[in-house]
């Protein structure tokens, strides 16, 4: 399998469920991001991950929790979620974090959560 | 801080046309990094085409060219000979080193629908 991968694609949970998403990369990528794309709102990124490393973390509430445990896999760990929490979650990996050229990043088809 | 506006919310173009989608970005980087992204009803992200800040040529790949103007800080995205499988929405985004982070930034997208 190639290119970034994401289960499950489709979850819906009540509030008080504990779910986790998982991507996966077959890139050899050194960094992953998760974000979330909610209707009518621009892409909205949630965490950067460079070498298994916590590097970013946009104000995220603390009922999402990342989790890296090697370059090739993130998870995203929700609890007690809310149902404005609903929308496209996107996983993502690249080269690395820095800039250069043809370093874009590949994401995955996305888990559409609905959170009720 | 980084910004990029898409001022067209949707976009309507006859097949076998060609289509300007616009795309406007602010940032006090001296280096930064434009990509364009498609992504369809299926929710994945595509990666379409990149131009660096230093680049003195616009980018081509294929269909799509970046009609890059540094002065006026816009990066449009021209298709060419457009396709019924175009229609997608097209994210514009860009990446730069403020502060030693390179956090990608992304518009709020273009939905662009071809017509038969």
């Known amino acids: 399998e190639t290119g970034v991968t994401q289960t499950p694609r489709h979850l819906v949970m009540g509030m008080t469920n504990k779910k986790s998403l998982k991507c996966e990369q077959h890139l050899g990528h050194n960094a992953m991001y998760w974000y979330k794309q909610s209707a009518k709102k621009p892409l909205e990124l949630m965490f950067v991950y460079s070498l298994e490393e916590r590097v970013e973390n946009n104000s995220v509430p603390s009922r999402f929790s990342p989790e890296c445990p090697n370059s090739s896999h993130l998870f995203l760990h929700l609890h007690t979620l809310q149902p404005e929490d609903s929308a496209l979650y996107l996983c993502?990996?690249?080269?690395?974090?820095?800039?250069?050229?043809?370093?874009?990043?590949?994401f995955g088809p996305g888990t559409r959560l609905t959170v009720l | 801080a980084q910004k990029i506006t898409q001022t067209q919310p949707g976009m309507f173009v006859q097949e076998k046309e060609a289509v300007t989608l616009d795309c406007t970005y602010d940032t006090s980087d001296q280096s930064y990094g434009l990509f364009w992204y498609k992504q369809p009803s299926s929710g994945e992200m595509i990666f379409l085409i990149y131009q660096g800040s230093y680049d003195e040529q616009n980018a081509t790949e294929g269909r799509y060219s970046l009609n890059f103007q540094k002065a006026r800080k816009s990066a449009n995205l021209v298709i060419s000979a457009s396709q019924l499988g175009d229609s997608a929405m097209y994210f514009c985004?860009?990446?730069?080193?403020?502060?030693?982070?390179?956090?990608?930034?992304f518009g709020r997208g273009t939905s662009l629908i071809v017509h038969p």
């Open positions: 993502a990996s690249s080269q690395d974090r820095t800039l250069s050229q043809h370093n874009e990043q590949f």
């Open positions: 985004a860009m990446r730069g080193a403020s502060g030693g982070s390179y956090i990608p930034t």
